[in-house]
């Protein structure tokens, strides 16, 4: 019998639900009788060997509107019409979760909702203007005008905690709250866009399109006895093609109107970066002031005996699957020691040739089995810094950002 390694609903609120018949909302803006701005997200998809490992319930993996979503929309400029803007001068205009009643789930396994701008308005009144282009998630970047390069970044992802996967069987409810918490990272880099032309009666309604996949990496915690640290993750990816598509791609900028993305920086690593100050998988005793000699009960597996990390990130799409590119690998990153007497300890392991695609969710292991824990083996200090050509000095503090 399978086994099924559950995942939770990565959010925009990282949440498995169940919803039913009666929730099924109505396409194009309206919903009984309500008209207005909506928008749908749709539902993750899956590699045929990976659902299984995925999947947590009927309802899957899943992103979900959460009330404090920010929709970015322009107006579209269209060449005749007599427009106060250009392509380049399209005015931001922020529109947001009219509220929790109005996010409900389809049949299809997508979330709808409506929202309203700034001033409690629920219709998109620019004079002159059937068309508009939206995109989400806001950040410091995103631009107030203009529509045609809006600024997409994978890098600096930090997942704040670990998954408690000892809860799993036992106190699900705690389970899932560490499963939502390890992913809640992903919601500021789950790029998504649409477009839409307004309706007769105002409505105007987009159809969500993911940028990007969700990567969930399965590991077991390498020489347990050694208790440790946990900083960081790489990924090293040595293409020998100069093929873009070839490669991890770290930033870019995307056209709205064109839905074209262009690349602007490539990586041959990609990092995940654990809390401010790693992962601490011991026990604290808060009167004691002390931890744990051994890993907390948290993270390990009844049934195994041994300890689980779950990490999750973001990447662009990326086909790997050529002959002249390599098996990836993954480095772990960790410490004993504080101060002056750090001691940085690293494992790697080989992972499998995929072609990652956008709007899919992938458990990305070392073989065929996408139900298997990643194992490691240890490295030497020189190995790993020849292999990446990082070198983050003695405690960790070096020039790298990882």
């Known amino acids: 019998m399978k086994k099924l390694l559950s995942i939770p609903a990565l959010a925009l609120l990282a949440l498995f639900a169940s919803c039913s018949s009666d929730d099924a909302v109505l396409p194009g803006g309206t919903d009984g009788g309500r008209v207005g701005v909506s928008a749908d997200i749709p539902a993750i998809g899956f590699e045929d060997d990976t659902r299984a490992a995925l999947i947590f319930s009927s309802t899957g ?24 803007f250009t392509e380049e001068t399209s005015p931001r205009e922020p529109w947001y979760i009219v509220s929790n009643d109005v996010i409900k ?19 998109l009144d620019v004079p002159n203007v059937t068309d508009y282009l939206c995109v989400i ?14 600024p997409v970044s994978y890098l600096g992802q930090k997942q704040a905690s670990n998954v408690k996967i000892g809860f799993k069987g036992v106190d699900n409810d705690a389970y899932m709250a560490s499963e939502k918490a390890a992913s809640a990272h992903l919601t500021n880099y789950n790029y998504m866009y649409g477009a839409a ?45 100069d093929v873009p598509s070839y490669k991890f791609t770290s930033k870019g900028t995307l056209n709205l109107d064109t839905e074209k993305f262009t690349p602007t920086q490539h990586e041959k690593i990609l990092t995940l970066k654990f809390g401010d100050n790693g992962f601490d998988l011991r026990d604290y005793d808060e009167q004691a002031d002390e931890y744990s000699a051994t890993y907390s009960d948290d ?4 049934k195994t005996g041994k300890y689980y990390i779950i990490a999750y990130m973001e990447l662009f799409p990326v086909n790997m699957l050529h002959n002249d590119i390599v098996e990836p690998t993954l480095y ?13 300890n690293y494992y790697k392991a080989s992972l ?51």
Request: aromatic share 12%; proline share 4%.
């Open 137 to 150: 998630p806001k950040n410091d970047n995103t631009p107030d005008l203009g529509y045609t390069a809006i």
């Open 105 to 123: 789930q389809g049949k299809d396994g997508s979330w709808f909702a409506f929202f309203t701008d700034d001033e409690g308005d629920e219709i």
């Open 61 to 84: 993996m899943e992103f979900k509107w959460q009330e404090n979503d920010v929709l970015s929309i322009y107006p579209k400029y269209v060449e005749g019409k007599d427009l106060m």
């Open 332 to 344: 772990l990153c960790g410490h004993t020691g504080t101060g002056d007497n750090v001691d940085k």
């Open 197 to 241: 032309t307004q309706q007769w009666n105002g409505a105007t309604h987009f159809d969500m399109k993911y940028l990007q996949a969700t990567i969930r990496l399965y590991m077991q915690v390498p020489d347990p006895e050694n208790v440790q640290i946990f900083d960081s993750l790489m990924i090293l990816h040595n293409f020998v093609s």
């Open 352 to 402: 499998s040739k995929k072609k990652i695609e956008a709007g899919k969710a992938y458990q990305w292991t070392t073989g065929m089995d996408d139900e298997e824990p990643i194992v490691f083996e240890a490295v030497s200090i020189q190995e790993w810094k020849e292999a990446t050509g990082y070198d983050n000095g003695k405690d960790g503090n070096g020039t790298q950002d990882w």
């Open 299 to 302: 993270y390990k597996l009844a």
